[in-house]
């Protein structure tokens, strides 16, 4: 029986940003727990606007709890200690643990570094005693000269917890030797020694034409190409840095016309992912109001800075645009921040989002907000007010409403009533995040936009279907006699027969 070398942590760095850092930690989790490893994912500093809540009552970065799927696992805050969710061009909000720290700008946060490296190592000791593989996901790119400096992303990581490295590239954007060979060069020799071996992602085209370049890079490294993974043109799994058209199907210009104002900050925008694949629904994003030929539904997104979003709603004239849209019987719906836009006044008394203390909301909904410091995170189950249909999701918002609005609530989550409709049944706002990914659920809400048609697609299948697919790829590709040399050479492998 062969003896598959087993891995007590491995880490995956990339040579840039979208290089498939998350995607390869997914195929790996998955792979493991199919060879019945109890395996877990980690991050330790993350930056993202989109996060999941955890079963211990925090929030993580989004691809962590698709990381956690994919080990059969429930998102744990221990999964990314660290999350830093912008707030301005300077600054960010921290969150340590799952639980929200402070506002800080990049200088601020530079001197924190020590406390955030503190959690860090906590979470790391935690999973690493309790899991028999931890597989650690980089941040960015080691070769980052200005973030070295006591950096627990990367390299900084890898060294303090003694972890291989493996160094992911994507091919598909060009330069993918001077990448690898131009990151291994800004490395330490100590940080050098600890890249057991590189992975290209997103090939296409014939690996034999490929070849003399995947020798040439061997030998000048010394170090092996572990796997060349395809360009897997029908994946999806849920971006998470930034609005991803990889999912985008293209529709007939008369599909239900789903139109998502691109504000500055921008959040949670995976809550759109079931409608970006949804067969008869047309999705766009965008900038301003002369990048729309008509709407059917209007979604005002969840937001990391509302006064700020406000402001870019009504410079580019999206107020006066969507008065007229709801004037002319078109429907519109407010997700978080996007439902705290709706009421009449947003109140900041902390500055909990910015100096503005007082911003005028739309007037669309008879609620007022303000915003406090503690943090409402939590998982939940529900169903419409109107016809009972079931309905679960998320909440992250640091808001409370109130008005009249609320008389008239959307949903019953966990027996409480949240959101509000408007009393001509045009206009609705929810604190639930993730509404549309429950196909019955997505269902009544397009059929309440005006959308006749019950084909909903079943998210959570598609996600599944999509973790199994980079597994697979990972299992076909990888050169595992390399792969378990390179393990054995940095000698932080177990064994386990298989």
Known sequence: MAETLIPQALMVQ?????????????????????????????KPQNMALNSAVTVDGGEIGR??????????????????????????????????????????????????????????????????????????????????????????????????????????????????????????????????????????????????????????????????????????????????DALSSRHARLQASDAFHVVV?????????????????????RLTFAREPSQVDGADLIVLPGSKSVARDLAQLRAQGWDGFIQRHVRYGGKLLGICGGFQMLGRTIFDPHAVESDNTETLGLGLLDIETILQTDKCLRRVNGVFVADATPVAGYEIHMGVSKGEALSRPLFELEGKPDGALSADGQIAGTYLHGLF???????????????????????????????DQIADAWAAHCDGDKFDAALRAFGKAAHRSS
């Open 63 to 240: 691809a962590q709890a698709v990381q956690a799927a994919a080990c059969g696992l429930p998102p744990h805050s221990d999964m990314n200690p660290v999350l830093l969710k912008p707030n301005s061009d300077t600054g960010a909000q921290v969150i340590i643990h799952g639980r929200v720290r402070q506002n800080q700008s990049a200088a601020q946060y530079h001197d924190y570094k020590p406390v955030a490296h503190q959690a860090v190592m906590q979470s790391w000791q935690r999973l690493s005693a309790h899991y028999q593989t931890v597989v650690v996901e980089g941040a960015g790119s080691p070769a980052e000269i200005n973030l070295r400096s006591g950096d627990i992303a990367n390299m900084g990581f890898a060294e303090a917890a003694d972890v291989p490295v493996i160094l992911i590239a994507d091919i598909d954007r060009g330069g993918v030797f001077a990448h690898i060979v131009g990151t291994l060069a800004l490395l330490s020799d100590s940080e050098r020694s600890r890249v057991i071996g590189f992975v290209i992602n997103r090939f296409r085209g014939d690996i034999a034409l490929l070849q003399p370049g995947l020798d040439w890079l061997e030998a000048e490294t010394g170090k092996p190409v572990l796997a060349v993974l395809p360009y897997l043109h029908d994946l999806f799994l849920e971006a998470e």
């Open 261 to 281: 104002p691109r504000l500055p900050s921008f959040s949670n925008h995976t809550d759109f992912d079931p409608l970006q694949l949804h067969p008869g629904v």
């Open 14 to 42: 990339g040579t840039t940003s979208d290089a498939g850092k998350s995607t390869l930690v997914t195929a790996l989790c998955r792979h493991y727990r199919r060879l019945g490893i109890r395996v877990v994912p980690f």
């Open 437 to 467: 990914d429950v196909p019955c659920a997505c269902n009544a809400l397009l059929a309440w936009a005006g959308y006749a048609h019950q084909d909903a697609v079943d998210f959570q299948r598609l996600r599944e279907a999509g973790i």
